[in-house]
């Protein structure tokens, strides 16, 4: 069965770096693209962009550029997420989430990771 | 502030039915597939209606969906206790080249 296995809970100072990685499992990772969603405490969806897994492509939204970087490793069948010089704002749980294409339907999600910026 | 506008909150008494709107324009809902998903309280969201009105696996059919123009909506049958939960309406919008998601509707079954 797919599943995505996200990392778990971080906790960072201000103007550090953090690495959340989503394992994917149970169906061919690069015949579909991996999405990256935030959700800040008690709000709603928001999405960050996508990555080609068959290219390894990157699209930000505006908004979540510069300081965040996706990534893959396709021989262990793995996304990342990379935030740098992280602010309090940051501070919310990140989901991965599989889709055909970029303008699909997420149809599997990760478990999500908690990220938290305080000093 | 999105550009899909979901009611805050909806409530129910069980076995009752509900709708939940989500409003958007002709770059949005007007133009492509709209996607549901159900955010149980501390859990990650989860697919329950794609194109517009087409249900995955395993998803009951007390779930339905609808479209009309810039509009869709989320209907649910015979509310339970464990249909409580924020719902998200979810599709493309080209003026953004984004995907835009609805500020989501909390659900309580009073």
């Known amino acids: 069965q797919v599943q995505l296995v996200q990392s778990g809970s971080e906790l960072k100072k201000p103007g550090a770096s953090v690495k959340v990685s989503c394992k994917a499992s149970g169906y061919s990772f690069t015949t579909y693209a991996m999405n990256w969603v935030r959700q800040a405490p008690g709000q709603g969806l928001e999405w960050m962009g996508w990555i080609n897994t068959n290219t390894g492509n990157p699209t930000y939204v505006q908004g979540f550029t510069g300081r965040f970087v996706f990534s893959l490793d396709t021989s262990v069948n793995t996304a990342y997420l990379q935030i740098s010089s992280l602010k309090a704002e940051d501070t919310a749980v990140y989901y991965c989430a599989r889709a055909w294409g970029p303008t699909d339907y997420f149809d599997y999600w990760g478990q999500g990771t908690l990220v938290t910026v305080s000093s | 502030q999105s550009v899909l506008t979901q009611p805050p909150s909806v409530s129910a008494a069980p076995g009752q039915k509900v709708t939940i709107s989500c409003s958007g324009s002709t770059s949005n809902i007007g133009n492509d597939y709209v996607s549901w998903y159900q955010q149980l309280p501390g859990t990650a969201p989860k697919l329950l209606i794609y194109?517009?009105?087409k249900r995955p696996s395993g998803i009951p059919d007390r779930f339905s969906g609808s479209k009309s123009g810039t509009s869709a909506t989320l209907g649910i049958t015979g509310l339970q206790t464990g249909d409580e939960a924020d719902y998200y309406c979810g599709t493309w919008d080209s003026s953004l080249s984004a995907v835009a998601f609805g500020g989501g509707t909390k659900l309580t079954v009073l």
């Open positions: 194109d517009d009105n």
